[in-house]
């Protein structure tokens, strides 16, 4: 590991790898003081963390679009035996290499698109899927790929949630000439972003709650608890029987 000793080292390389998205506090220097969501994101796990296990020993963990790697140190922390993170963007994997380095906490760190999680080749008992579903061009392919590759037991999910909070009861089936429901608030709606949204041309999708809600559910998770307005923990299941399984996530790895 690198030696890294003072306060003032500590400073100058948190402003080299700068700018951050994690406020992370690194042996008090604190990363993105000046975050337009405050003290980010601590202030979120805050409202959530009671429902992942204090004690992770044993178990492993995936962190897809870990960014700086907070949600990643925080499962080291409570003991996981073996933690990745990966993202596709390698000034954010260099902030999270660094921070976990500081902190004294071995977590691997790896380049990596969510649409090829199935050459990792292994299943981790909890995966960390959070602010990543709006980000993608193909977000239930996402969502197949990692039921289908990398999830054993547990997902924990966030997606930023725009639209309606009610959540309509859906039939399973509608005539072709049935068209009332889709004007409802609460059925399930994703809202395509063109351009960019908030200054981010990452931005592709902006789905309302009963939308994610039902998307977690065709890629076969159940929705085990409900903690914050945007956060979901699900337990993987067996595939609804009447869902197929999309072509595009067995040739995605051709």
């Known amino acids: 590991m690198t030696d890294v ?16 998205f994690h406020n992370l506090d690194l042996k008090g220097v604190s990363t993105a003081p000046s975050h ?25 963990v995936l962190d897809i679009g870990c960014n700086a790697g907070f949600y ?45 999680v199935g050459q990792l080749g292994e299943k981790f008992d909890l995966v960390i899927f959070m602010g990543v579903l709006y980000h993608l061009r193909h977000p ?9 590759h ?3 037991d547990l997902l924990l999910f966030q997606s930023m949630l725009r639209g309606s909070d009610q959540v309509d009861t859906v039939e399973r089936n509608y005539d072709f000439w ?17 351009h960019k949204y908030a200054d981010d041309p990452t931005n592709w999708w902006a789905p309302n709650r009963a939308c994610v809600e039902a998307m977690l559910r065709s890629a076969g998770f159940a929705i085990a608890a409900h903690p ?3 956060v979901y923990l699900c337990r993987r ?11 595009m996530s067995r040739g995605a790895e051709r």
């Open 36 to 60: 337009f969501l405050g003290d980010y994101p601590q202030v979120k796990w805050r409202r959530f963390s009671g429902v992942i296990p204090d004690n992770l020993q044993g178990k492993t």
């Open 178 to 194: 049935s068209t009332s429901h889709f004007g409802s608030p609460g059925y399930p709606k994703m809202h395509f972003i063109e």
């Open 5 to 20: 000793r003072s306060k003032e080292e500590i400073r100058r390389r948190v402003a080299a790898l700068g700018p951050w």
């Open 237 to 247: 299941i067996t595939r609804p029987p009447d869902v197929p399984i999309l072509e």
């Open 72 to 116: 990643a140190m925080e499962m080291k922390r409570r003991g996981a035996e073996r933690v990745l993170g990966l993202d596709t963007d390698e000034e954010y994997l260099e902030q999270a290499r660094f921070a976990a380095d500081v902190n004294g906490l071995k977590i691997e760190f790896r380049k990596m698109s969510t649409y090829d």
């Open 150 to 152: 990398v999830a054993r």
């Open 228 to 230: 914050e307005e945007e």
């Open 140 to 148: 239930l392919l996402a969502l197949d790929l990692i039921h289908e």
